[in-house]
């Protein structure tokens, strides 16, 4: 059961603090603003107001399409130098809260937390994207998968694994358009937003699918970015699902390969072999991720603030216990309603979130030089990291590190912020 009793001032989350929770969302157009503001105000003294020089808000810039991109704006007067902060999935901007007031002070920078298109306040439509649903099969024997939790606790290994080739043939099909059509809507919102602003340059800090979409963005538009910090970035690693795989171009029969245990190789199924077939099945349905929240109502309210609750409770960090309570009904208001994507993220990634086309096969196309962050328990593979870290170190006109934040996990800005944004603010010297 996922009941959970605080020992603090904060609403237990039982059946009448969910209906209460519930109806407000669906009751008032504006509970995802009210929210944010909450949050916002309780993080950022100067929400709204100026103080000492300092002036944060929540700007909406229109785009193109009737859309628009949503951002907390922290300002400071005087400041020439621009920061921007891409979210991960099922994220938005107030995920930074405990990150960019010290951002904006200590570099005497302005900072642009955006909410990504079809998440958080900016718009939650979008244009129809091409799609390939076939799932791709891979075939191994279930008895002889390892769990190798020595090196990574997220690391299941068999022996060896077969691909069909009718089915691969078909799983590579359109792909590659799928993919580029998905993340170009991505990254030229982020282009546009900028333009819009007159941003000539900007420092971009990035985690999770925004690290992933923040390395295509740098490499489409390498003038905008001085610096890049990637923060737990997803799809790095290679697998089977890269339709990079030379071994790909000219396919005559079945394909079998020894597992690996790098991610730098293209037979590493990483924590594939555990994913449940179901959660498999409904990833290639596209079904949208909150679907069931939408449905279920406040039975959903409950299981979700007390899962995301007892989650935020882990890190040693929120010890307010309204600080923890605001950031709950935040995450819950800004990821509730129907997105464009909610469903496209499952167009560039498998359900084992390994990319289609892996930033290990874009790294020849990236100039800024970057900072590669991960968390001590994080459920990436931070040796993919360390493998994109080295390859760049190999190249000619860029240069790269990588960090591990202590006690932190794949959201390692939020369990140790103090660590987090110190390392931010040291490579952005």
């Known amino acids: 059961m996922l009941f959970i009793r605080f020992k603090s001032t904060a609403p237990k989350y039982g059946w009448k603090e969910s209906l209460k929770l519930w109806f407000n969302h669906v009751s008032n157009p504006h509970a995802d603003r009210a929210a944010h503001d909450k949050l916002m105000s309780m993080a950022l003294p100067y929400y709204d107001r100026e103080i000492e020089g300092i002036r944060a808000s929540t700007v909406s810039t229109p785009l193109s399409r009737k859309m628009a991109i949503s951002e907390v704006r922290v300002q400071n007067a005087d400041s020439k130098n621009h920061v921007v902060m891409l979210h991960g999935y099922a994220a938005s901007s107030g995920w930074w809260f405990k990150n960019i007031g010290f951002l904006a002070k200590a570099g005497d920078t302005t ?4 909410d ?17 649903k076939t799932r791709l099969q891979i075939i191994f024997d279930d008895s002889k998968v390892q769990h190798m939790k020595h090196l990574h606790r997220s690391l299941y290994v068999p022996d060896n694994f077969t691909l069909k080739e009718r089915n691969l043939k078909k799983y590579l099909k359109n792909q590659h358009s799928v993919v580029e059509h998905v993340v170009n809507f991505y990254v030229d919102a982020i282009e546009e937003w900028r333009r819009k602003n007159s941003i000539d340059q900007f420092d971009l800090v990035a985690h999770s699918l925004g690290g992933y979409l923040g390395v295509f963005y740098c490499i489409k538009y390498p003038e905008a970015v001085r610096r890049l910090v990637l923060a737990s970035p997803g799809g790095v690693e290679r697998s089977p699902f890269a339709i990079t795989n ?5 396919i005559n029969g079945d394909i079998t390969m020894a597992c690996s245990y790098s991610p730098a190789d293209y037979s590493f199924l990483g924590r594939y072999p555990s994913i449940k077939p179901g959660f498999q099945a409904l990833w290639y349905m596209r079904m949208p991720t909150f679907l069931p929240v939408r449905l279920l109502g406040p039975v959903a309210v409950r299981l979700l603030m007390s899962r995301n609750i007892e989650k935020f409770m882990r890190s040693k960090d929120f010890s307010d216990a309204a600080e923890l309570d605001a950031f709950a009904k935040y995450v819950y208001h800004t990821n509730v309603a129907a997105s464009v994507s909610e469903t496209a993220i499952m167009r560039i990634f498998d359900s084992s979130t390994m990319a289609k086309i892996p930033i290990l096969d874009k790294l020849e196309n990236l100039k800024a030089r970057s900072l590669w962050i991960y968390g001590q328990y994080d459920f990436m593979f931070s040796d993919a990291g360390r493998a994109a870290v080295n390859s760049l170190n190999k190249m000619q006109g860029t240069s790269a590190e990588l960090k591990i934040v202590n006690g932190g996990g794949h959201n390692m800005y939020l369990d140790n912020p103090a660590e987090f944004n110190r390392l931010v603010v040291e490579f952005l010297k």
């Open 111 to 114: 900072v642009h937390a955006l």
């Open 116 to 132: 990504l298109p079809g998440f958080g306040l900016s718009s939650r439509h979008g244009p129809s994207l091409p799609d390939n």
């Open 246 to 250: 030379p071994a790909y171009r000219n």
